[in-house]
């Protein structure tokens, strides 16, 4: 990572470092530069660079969240553990 002098820090390749957000009974929100990868190491395809990753664990779109957590309000894991 790489300090833009203003207070910024920028990746190799010029982009921000990614930032998760934890959405409450959400999901995930991953930011900026990552590379998101199955166990062995295969990468996984994205749209963007911006992800939503299931936390409930309903999603049929894991390991992206399909807002599957919405029907059981409460349960998406907003706290640690």
Do not use: Q, W
């Not at 049929?60 to 907003?78: E, M, Q, T, V, Y």
């Amino acid at each position: 990572m790489l300090a833009t002098g203003k207070g910024e820090f920028m990746t190799e390749f010029g982009e921000p470092p990614a930032t998760i957000t934890p959405y409450p009974d959400g999901p995930l929100i991953v930011r900026g530069a990552f590379e998101l990868c199955e166990l062995d190491g295969t990468p996984i395809p994205r749209s963007g660079k911006t992800v939503a990753l299931c936390r409930c664990g309903r999603s049929a779109l894991k390991p992206f969240c399909d807002g599957s957590h919405k029907l059981a309000a409460g349960n998406g894991r907003s706290g640690p553990g």
